[in-house]
């Protein structure tokens, strides 16, 4: 069974990075799978990030793209988030979730716990 | 803004039949997936690729997709049927992913 672990800083000054690491347990994430990141700001939906294949190629928000970047380490077995420049915009539950993406179907198969992290000066 | 449209909040009597529905043009083209999500936990996948329930989930719950609309439908609603339900589906460029506001359905 699949576990996805998020970790990372919960509390950030605005204009410091954002850097958040997804530990996949029960998968190899080389094994052929896209994996990604929502985020979800208080009291409101779900926003989807980017998603990285397991051969490296990444598909980003169309408005966070000067920000945001998604890396793998298949080592590690651990795939990673950063972005850049926050703001208090920027708070939310982040999650991680592995993804079934085949021909015209896509869709979050597995979730992680989610991790609240808090932009404030 | 959000490219799929739900209705923020829809009740429905324990028992009865409540259906959840999702707008958005690239419904035309792409599969939608659903997604329950109770206070303080997680989303969790409760059908993919319009009408396809992962295991676990009870079949009272069922999909649809026509045109550029989405449901989600419950049959015979339970207390622990009350949740956001968020719907996602790929954008029109198929690059992208998007997702809906979120339906808050109570069950009185």
């Known amino acids: 069974q699949v576990h996805l672990q998020e970790s990372g800083p919960g509390l950030l000054k605005p204009s410091e990075t954002l850097s958040l690491t997804c530990a996949v347990s029960g998968y190899s994430i080389n094994s052929g799978r896209y994996w990604g990141w929502i985020r979800q700001p208080p009291g409101k939906g779900l926003e989807w990030l980017g998603s990285i294949y397991y051969v490296g190629s990444t598909y980003y928000h169309p408005s966070l793209t000067s920000r945001v970047s998604i890396s793998m380490d298949t080592s590690e077995n651990h795939f990673s988030l950063d972005l850049r420049s926050v703001t208090a915009a920027d708070t939310a539950v982040y999650y991680c979730a592995r993804i079934y993406w085949v021909g015209l179907t896509y869709y979050f198969e597995n979730w992680s716990q989610g991790t609240l992290v808090t932009v404030s000066s | 803004s959000s490219e799929l449209t739900q209705d923020p909040a829809v009740s429905v009597a324990s028992g009865q039949t409540v259906r959840i529905t999702c707008q958005g043009d690239?419904?035309?083209?792409?599969?939608a997936s659903w997604y329950r999500q109770k206070p303080g936990q997680a989303p969790i996948l409760v059908l993919y690729a319009d009408n396809n329930r992962p295991s676990g989930i009870p079949d009272r719950i069922s999909g649809s997709r026509s045109g550029d609309t989405a449901s989600l439908t419950i049959t015979g609603a339970q207390a622990e049927d009350e949740a956001d339900y968020h719907c996602g589906s790929r954008d029109i460029s198929g690059k992208h992913v998007v997702f809906g506001g979120g339906t808050k359905l109570t069950v009185l």
């Open positions: 690239c419904l035309y083209t792409y599969s």
